[in-house]
T-cell receptor, first 115, second 115 residues
């Protein structure tokens, strides 16, 4: 089964608007992470939320985690053109133990922020 | 230094060639990873090295041969590749795989084209 499905697949907004992306997963997790990838480049870690946390903030980013629904959301407030990128959630599917490095990435959301 | 470097940036090779991808980090991380990413898809884990030992091989064909000569270096040797192996190859590192919470640091990737 596919771990980490994201929606929407693509999101287009104007600068200054908020962008919300969602991620669903199927198995129990230790943590969920969000990464950003600019076109054709490496991924950059944005934020990690542990399974016993419900909400976490980092600058303009707000992440929520609902383990009962097996879902997470990433909110980017006051978006900028520089936020244009693909955003991936990633889970380590071995709750209660270590996944030994195995992260499974969602399909990603392509965010376009128009100036 | 929080950087993972990868060389070369671009590689074009024939199906009979032998080439190698190189990855380096100087953050003292003891886990290193190879991912394969096709266009508009999420990264797919190929290999994980933990303390210079191969800990995860995601059933990768033997035409891909990883090597970890020391804790800072990771190589991926390529031989007799197929055109469908054309992709962005990403290297990543993390503190270690025995922690429950760890972010992965990604390099910029090598864009591989097999002709």
């Amino acid at each position: 089964s596919q771990q980490g499905e994201e929606d929407p697949q693509a999101l287009s907004i104007q600068e200054g608007e908020n962008a919300t992306m969602n991620c669903s997963y199927k198995t129990s997790i230790n943590n969920l992470q969000w990464y950003r990838q600019n076109s054709g480049r490496g991924l950059v870690h944005l934020i990690l939320i542990r399974s016993n946390e419900r909400e976490k903030h980092s600058g303009r980013l707000r992440v929520t985690l609902d383990t009962s629904k097996k879902s997470s959301s990433l909110l980017i407030t006051a978006s900028r053109a520089a936020d244009t990128a693909s955003y991936f959630c990633a889970t380590d599917a071995n709750a209660g133990g270590t996944s030994y490095g195995k992260l499974t990435f969602g399909q990603g959301t392509i965010l376009t922020v128009h100036p | 230094d929080t950087e993972v470097t990868q060389t070369p940036k671009h590689l074009v090779m024939g199906m009979t060639n032998k080439k190698s991808l190189k990855c380096e980090q100087h953050m003292g991380h003891r886990a290193m990873y190879w991912y394969k990413q096709k266009a508009k898809k999420p990264p797919e884990l190929m290999f994980v090295y933990s303390y210079e030992k191969l800990s995860i091989n995601e059933s990768v064909p033997s035409r891909f041969s990883p090597e970890c000569p020391n804790s800072s270096l990771l190589n991926l040797h390529l031989h007799a590749l197929q055109p469908e192996d054309s992709a962005l190859y990403l290297c990543a590192s993390s503190q270690n795989v025995l922690l429950w919470d760890y972010e992965q640091y990604f390099g910029p990737g090598t864009r591989l084209t097999v002709t």
